[in-house]
């Protein structure tokens, strides 16, 4: 399947996002381990929450996490504790992100994981028992998850945890909205420098609502950059948010958008102020890369972006994606290393009528959406459906908003 899709003249919607999914799916860990009886308010709909809340709630002992990173992660950990035989699979993508660093922390701290087809990748099988725990030693660089996955578990350990992370550490504010959830649910952990160290503790059961989804956000600030004229209020965020990625409402007022706090949410706004380079790492917000990638050519603001290493392993190879499809649109993306993308306003001769593929990825599908509003004869995005892994209703959302989609 294809959109077509046209962007109106004047952008004025109120959009109600969906819950954030990292939030999410911690929330559904946190409340299994503390054996709670609350419901969590605002769970997400979306299928990364949905595999996880199947698995969770499943008679089975077989797992399939279809696309999910943090579900394969977060489960791996979680079912190593859980006496039983198991077994977690997911997509041929899944299959192909790596888990080896997590699988053998897990080892070394009393599980029995195997590799049921290649070593290093998933599937896994899970002999769970009680953990020792005791102290490790972990690269902080190649995915936060891993952390994230052994530190919730960390308090059942009979010894409890400490996590030395080595090198750079990406992801960080994951990590810490992973700290500071666990302490929601009654459980303290001490961070300093590179050392996280977690005491046997038992979780309490609490009440939960999930904050909106900042990472979703992005793509309305992002057609709010694009629109000459916009007004956009977004519902459910808050300004003191757990979500690293609430740093996009300060990235974007580089490129002319202001936001303003109300009781509900944020309301956008354009201030016709641009800055024609745009510097930035996004070690700490890979998710927001996409959007500032596309929208920075399309507003030929060129910039250097660094920190991307951890773009390749996600649902695709997220740097080569972004190469190519703004290849078609008319862009040549320099590339350096495997973690740095820089524009500085070269071009290639555009195709006349570009379908932009999403590579089986979400952030592909949203980031570039708001084409539409820069082309006059729209875009068309193929696989569009790819969207539900973090935001189902996301063409709901843009039909509300006005755009005319057609398939
Ligand atoms: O813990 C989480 O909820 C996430 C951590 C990040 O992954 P990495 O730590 O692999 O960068 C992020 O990209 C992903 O979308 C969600
Ligand atoms: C990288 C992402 O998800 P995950 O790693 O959890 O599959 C994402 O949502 O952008």
């Known amino acids: 399947m294809e959109y077509q899709i ?15 999914k990292s939030i999410s799916n911690r929330a559904l860990i946190l409340h299994a ?10 769970l997400s709909d979306c299928d990364d929450t949905k595999v ?16 999910a990173g943090t579900a394969m992660r977060f489960l791996t950990a979680f079912l190593s504790k859980i006496v039983g035989e198991w077994t977690i699979t997911g997509t041929e993508r899944m299959k192909n992100r790596p888990i080896k660093l997590l699988v053998d922390a897990l080892n070394s701290l009393g599980a029995r994981i195997e590799y049921i087809e290649k070593e290093g990748y998933p599937p896994l099988r899970i002999f769970g028992s009680a953990l020792q725990g005791g102290e490790i030693s972990l690269s902080g660089g190649i995915s936060s998850q891993y952390i994230s996955a052994l530190l919730m578990v960390a308090p059942l350990m009979e010894k409890g945890l400490t996590i030395h992370l080595e090198g750079n550490i990406i992801s960080r504010p994951y990590i810490q909205l992973t700290l500071q959830l666990m302490e929601q649910f009654g459980v303290k952990a001490n961070w300093s420098g590179q050392t996280i160290k977690v005491l046997p503790q038992e979780y309490k059961p609490v009440p939960f609502t999930v904050e909106s989804d900042w990472s979703a956000a992005s793509y309305w600030y992002q057609m709010a950059a ?8 977004l519902l459910g965020l808050f300004k003191n948010s757990l979500q690293g990625d609430s740093a996009v409402a300060g990235l974007f007022t580089q490129l002319g958008i202001t936001t303003s706090y109300t009781n509900k949410g944020v309301l956008l706004k354009k201030n016709g102020n641009r800055c024609t380079k ?31 290493q951890s773009l390749k392993i996600k649902e695709t190879d997220r740097i080569e994606a972004l190469c190519n499809e703004l290849r078609k649109l008319g862009y040549l993306i320099h590339v350096e290393g495997n973690s740095v993308m820089e524009w500085n306003g070269e071009r290639c001769e555009p195709m006349d009528h570009p379908v932009i593929n999403t590579y089986e990825d979400h952030r592909m599908a949203m980031a570039f959406a708001p084409v539409a509003l820069a082309l006059p004869q729209g875009i068309c995005i193929a696989d569009p459906e790819v969207v ?7 063409w709901n959302d843009l039909l509300k908003a006005g755009f005319e989609i057609k398939d």
């Open 278 to 308: 745009f510097n930035h790492n996004f070690v700490n917000e890979p998710d927001l890369a996409q959007t500032f990638v596309v929208t920075c050519v399309l507003l030929n603001v060129h910039f250097r972006f660094s920190g991307l």
């Open 33 to 42: 381990l503390s054996y709670s009886a609350y419901d969590i308010v605002n």
């Open 388 to 394: 539900s892994k973090s935001y189902p209703n996301f």
């Open 6 to 20: 046209k962007a109106p003249s004047k952008l004025q919607a109120s959009i109600q996002l969906p819950a954030s």
């Open 226 to 233: 694009l629109n000459k004229d916009a007004e956009i209020e």
């Open 52 to 67: 996880m809340v199947n698995a969770l709630n499943s008679d089975g002992r077989d797992f399939d996490i279809k696309a």
